[in-house]
């Protein structure tokens, strides 16, 4: 039997996997689970993995990850599922593959195929108020909420914070939230953008020579911005489509989406087009000319109304 573990969040995949292994353990025992990168297998070789016969058990676990990365494998792909076996069961752990490879589209035919996405921001928020009853703790829904914002939708490194907030104090709150857990560029990136488009100079000012001090680079503020521009962009122009269908169609986590769909609703496209021409123009600036990148960046943000 083939099934297959994918998707790009990670404690999901872990989690699957995990399951998968201990119920193969409780009916056969540990004896015959092997695990395999097929990166730098040759495709003869990974056959004969599969045709090997089980020793001291009734079956094999063989868990094969990395086969996206094999060409031998994906071109052989067929051939290769006309030798499932009853002795013998397979894991392919193909985690963050990309959706538009006709590989992808292979593995999403086969029957016992299980893809594992990263949840929106409410999912993420009711995981987080869940988790933290488990471990005896407590947290509001709007602190869920914030902690989401501030980390990322990275549900394992949300579950590993979560873990050391607990631990400081069984009730977590933003001052804990903000004391223990260190925020995202992109979020910082995604609050300076909002902060700009509200007119709130101040706060962008704060936030920017708050990054300075932390000695990022002006540059990778400056393409974090355009991200945002980008993923902004394709919000707005999608506006009336689930943000789910948006982000099967652009392959961006609706994490992400989510976010940008709070600032597109005080967006206009020409607004959105103004903001998008300053930074082609910064950019091109930048590239040809010695100027000062910290102080073009701020008057960049500032001069945006």
């Keep these: 039997m083939i ?6 969040n990670d404690l999901a995949t872990s989690q699957a996997l995990k399951d998968l292994v201990d119920d193969f353990i409780n009916l056969y025992g540990d004896y015959s689970i092997e695990r395999f990168s097929l990166e730098s297998i040759e495709y003869p070789e990974i056959v004969s993995l599969v045709s090997a016969m089980p020793f001291l058990s009734q079956k094999r676990l063989l868990i094969l990850s990395d086969s996206a990365k094999n060409d031998d494998f994906i071109s052989n792909f067929d051939d290769f599922i006309s030798k499932d076996n009853d002795l013998v069961d ?14 992808f589209k292979k593995l999403k035919k086969i029957k016992n195929f299980n893809e594992y996405l990263t949840l929106s921001n409410s999912q993420l928020a009711s995981y987080i108020v869940n988790y933290v009853k488990a471990r005896q703790g407590k947290i509001s829904n709007n602190d869920a909420y914030y902690l989401v914002k501030r980390v990322g939708d990275n549900q394992m490194l949300i579950k590993n914070e979560i873990d050391k907030l607990v631990l400081y104090s069984p009730e977590i ?20 953008l909002d902060n700009v488009l509200v007119g709130n100079h101040k706060k962008v000012i704060d936030i920017y020579n708050q990054q300075k001090k932390l000695r990022v680079d002006p540059m990778q503020i400056f393409a974090m911005l355009i991200w945002q521009l980008h993923i902004l962009s394709i919000v707005k122009t999608g506006e009336g489509k689930p943000l789910s269908i948006i982000a099967s169609d652009s392959s ?3 994490f992400n989406l989510d976010n940008a769909k709070t600032i597109t609703n005080k967006l206009s496209f ?18 040809t000319k010695r ?9 960049l943000l500032l001069s945006i109304n």
């Design 3 to 8: 099934q297959v573990i994918t998707g790009n």
């Design 90 to 103: 397979i894991i392919i752990y193909a985690t963050n593959i990309d959706k538009r490879l006709s590989y």
């Design 173 to 192: 709150t933003s001052s804990t939230i903000n004391l223990l857990t260190e925020e995202k560029l992109t979020t910082t990136v995604f609050n300076l």
């Design 252 to 254: 961006i986590k609706l």
């Design 270 to 287: 020409d607004k959105l087009k103004n903001i998008i021409d300053k930074c082609f123009y910064l950019d091109i600036k930048i590239k």
């Design 291 to 299: 100027i000062n990148i910290d102080d073009a960046i701020l008057y």
